[in-house]
């Protein structure tokens, strides 16, 4: 894809949406608004576009994108293209937001490239795997809502501004407490928790921007509010629109 021309904060700015586009999940409908949402706040435009999993199949695919959405509703039609898009997003420096879905994948993609877990999976599409960083949730937290507390210098906190806010979730899938201390050692580490102190939010230090939540905050859109989270991603992609100016292109196609 060829990136739309850019000039500083008001440029527009080209995200992908990687995930397989389905209308009847509410998430997808509210990503679309969400986003306009957030570039008429910021004065920018947004170019979006969906990438279906099974199209990402080398890094010429995101080639282009000063954004990379991973979004909900998994299992994914292809994980490794989603790992792909999530790795070269962490790789390169590509503002990345994770959102349900995106989360648990973000866990995977990190478990096997940095701590070198090859056999790190997803119990969702191997349940009997020996090392599923993402397993079942004790209690499933599908059409729900619940407060989430954000941790003092995170990313996730400099969004919304504020100490704590109610957010939805849609998954029965999360963070295995298992490998939780190994996981978010560093450089990823705790973004957020919810009130019982389970990880709902995870960001990686020395990134620009790469932020993944367990709950989708562009479910805000759907009822005709502002998603902070969204508004932050959108922000931080189009700063790094104004490097690539200046810099050329980070992921080149090979």
């Known amino acids: 894809m060829k990136r739309p021309q850019t000039s500083g904060m008001n440029a527009r700015v080209a995200i992908a949406l990687v995930g397989d586009y389905d209308a009847a999940v509410a998430a997808h409908r509210a990503i679309p608004p969400a986003l306009l949402r957030a570039a008429e706040r910021i004065g920018t435009g947004v170019d979006a576009r969906w ?3 099974a199209d990402i199949t080398g890094p010429e695919v995101v080639a282009g994108f000063d954004g990379i959405w991973s979004v909900p509703a998994s299992p994914y039609r292809s994980m490794q293209g989603a790992l792909l898009a999530i790795r070269l997003a962490r790789e ?3 503002a990345f937001l994770g959102t349900c879905g995106g989360f648990q994948h973000a866990l995977v993609e990190y478990a096997r490239h940095v701590l070198g877990w090859s056999d790190a999976d997803h119990a969702e599409t191997s349940p009997d795997a020996a090392r599923a960083v993402v397993s079942p949730l004790s209690c499933a937290l ?25 957010e ?3 998954c029965r899938y999360g963070l295995n407490p298992r490998f939780r201390d ?6 990823l580490r705790e973004g957020a928790s919810d009130a019982s102190g389970e990880v709902r939010s995870v960001e990686l230090d020395g990134h620009p921007f790469f932020v993944a939540t367990l709950f989708q905050p562009e479910r805000a859109a759907l009822d005709g509010r502002d998603a902070p989270l969204v508004e932050a991603f959108v922000r931080a992609a189009c700063l790094g629109a104004a490097q690539v100016e200046k810099k050329g292109p980070r992921v080149r196609a090979r």
């Open 92 to 94: 390169h420096g590509i």
């Open 51 to 53: 990438l279906a999993t």
């Open 182 to 187: 190994a996981l978010v050692a560093g450089p």
């Open 168 to 170: 939805t979730y849609q």
């Open 142 to 166: 599908f059409g729900v809502e619940g407060t989430v507390r954000f941790h003092p210098g995170t990313l996730i906190a400099a969004a919304y501004g504020c100490p704590e806010a109610v």
